[in-house]
């Protein structure tokens, strides 16, 4: 394997750098990303491969169920770097469907360190809790949903920090966004709409009170799953 990484680089340099010169030579002068990425660890997930970006675009802090910790040194320093000295004006949060550290947070774990990290998105698993009992989700959508509301209590947590909300008081920057990645489409999903503050369709029809959904109700579990796999 760790032959194919460096034999990778060589076909890089000789390819994509070589072609592109005059832009990575500029990129080797200055960074100057659009946007900051908030993802989870999970090699599945490439934030440039995922988006079709270009090296030079995105600023990336991931972490296990891309959460925003209130005492994470790391994370606090990336945003303190990023919206003050790269002037970012936008912050993606990426959760991801099939998450192994969401599931964790459904089934519980026992390993120290990841569970002690997980605590930070248990609020997540109460509003999914409700939910997925009204909504009687499968263990599939009720993960989703729980990857979906992650996102949306770190997009909180984000906001709360005081570097961020002092510079929300000041004004609408950083806009904040919530996104979903589908890793068995590779599309992804808006939750929430950092361009308004609003909660997006997909997210309203995941969180959708089973009463709106009755027209649907004789479709079935199997229907219900196959439309959540076609947002
Ligand atoms: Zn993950």
């Known amino acids: 394997m760790i032959h194919n990484l460096l034999q990778g680089n060589q076909d890089f340099v000789k390819g994509e750098f070589a072609l592109n010169d005059r832009y990575y030579q500029s990129l080797a002068v200055k960074q100057s990303p659009k946007v900051l990425w908030i993802g989870c660890s999970d090699s599945r997930v490439s934030e440039d491969v995922i988006t079709g970006s270009r090296l030079g675009t995105m600023f990336v802090h991931r972490n296990v169920a891309n959460i925003v910790a209130f ?64 909504k009687k989700l499968s263990r599939e959508e009720k993960l989703e949903l729980l990857s979906a509301e992650n996102v949306k209590l770190q997009i ?40 308004t503050g609003q909660t997006a369709a997909a997210l309203k029809k995941m969180e959708k009170s089973p009463g709106t959904r009755a027209a649907h109700k004789t479709s079935g579990k199997r229907d219900s799953a196959k439309s959540t796999a076609r947002k």
Request: glycine letters at 10%.
């Open 156 to 195: 909180k947590h984000l906001k709360n920090l005081a570097l961020i909300k002092n510079m929300h008081q000041k004004g609408e920057l950083p806009r904040i966004h919530g996104w979903l990645y589908r890793v068995e489409t590779g599309k992804i999903d808006v939750l929430i709409d950092g361009r």
């Open 71 to 134: 005492n994470d040194v790391n994370i606090s320093s990336i945003l303190e770097y990023g919206v003050v000295h790269l002037k970012i004006e936008d912050i993606i949060i990426c959760g991801h469907t099939r998450c192994g550290g969401i599931a964790a947070i459904e089934d519980g774990v026992h390993e120290n360190y990841i569970s002690d990290w997980l605590c930070i998105a248990s609020g997540a698993k109460d509003i999914t809790d409700r939910i997925a009992k009204e």
